[in-house]
């Protein structure tokens, strides 16, 4: 799991994403990434032309969305 930080833009939020997730993201500044609903939360896909996330077991087995940011 990532932890996230929200911070204010003006008068929206924005959030913080460390140089490893936007390495692991393969993102970098002026990129978009998608925040896609699944039934667990949400995903966020950095290319929305790769396939849908399938979801995998997490350790108390629930199903959880996996891909390439986390």
Same mark, same amino acid.
Do not use: W, Y
């Given at each position: 799991?990532?932890?996230?930080?929200?911070?204010?833009?003006?008068?929206? *939020? &924005?959030? !913080?994403?460390?140089?490893?997730?936007?390495?692991? *993201?393969?993102? &970098? *500044?002026?990129?978009?990434?998608?925040? !896609? %609903?699944?039934?667990? &939360?949400?995903?966020?896909?950095?290319?929305?032309?790769? %396939?849908?996330?399938?979801?995998?077991?997490?350790?108390?087995?629930?199903?959880? %969305?996996?891909?390439?940011?986390?």
């Amino acid at each position: 799991m990532q932890r996230l930080e929200l911070i204010e833009v003006g008068e929206g *939020l &924005g959030i !913080i994403f460390s140089e490893a997730l936007c390495a692991r *993201l393969k993102v &970098g *500044l002026g990129d978009e990434i998608h925040l !896609i %609903p699944t039934p667990h &939360g949400f995903a966020l896909q950095s290319n929305p032309s790769e %396939p849908p996330v399938s979801p995998v077991k997490t350790a108390d087995g629930d199903a959880a %969305p996996q891909d390439s940011a986390f």
